[in-house]
């Protein structure tokens, strides 16, 4: 399963504290910088490529924060959407995409009529303060755990 443009680092003491946040892009670069981000924001990240490689993390992990990126080749953020509200997602979900806007509105407007948390989209190309400011408002306990 090619889920992983995340490379592994050495595991901290406190690995096991960490929240965790997966990261769900088609982009090789763009899931590895959005991992990085989430690293430095204290956060282990888990990168999925497409839908199926979501559906599998999804089902097996407890995720504390989802990025998800609109186009995801032949499935996209709406068969993400449908998962995560299956499952009961309640942590917040950020939607990082270089679609226009209305796109990103109809995603948010989808996963807001399944009662998921989604947070103020990012648009590519990343602004990466913004989102580390992101990843620590949505999960503030993980900057105090990994200091």
Known sequence: MPVSACPP????QRAQSRRTVLVIDDDA?????????AD???LAAIGAATVEDAELLLGSHAFDLVTLDINLGPRG?????DALARLGFDKPVLV???????SVRAVAETGRSR???LLAPLTKPIDLAALRARFEAAT???IARSA
């Open 9 to 12: 680092k050495p595991a901290p």
């Open 40 to 42: 430095r924001a204290g």
């Open 77 to 81: 953020a709406h068969d993400v959407l």
């Open 140 to 142: 503030p306990q993980s």
């Open 115 to 117: 009662d998921l948390d």
């Open 96 to 102: 990082v995409s270089g679609m226009d806007e209305a």
């Open 29 to 37: 670069t763009t899931r590895t910088i959005i991992c990085r981000v």
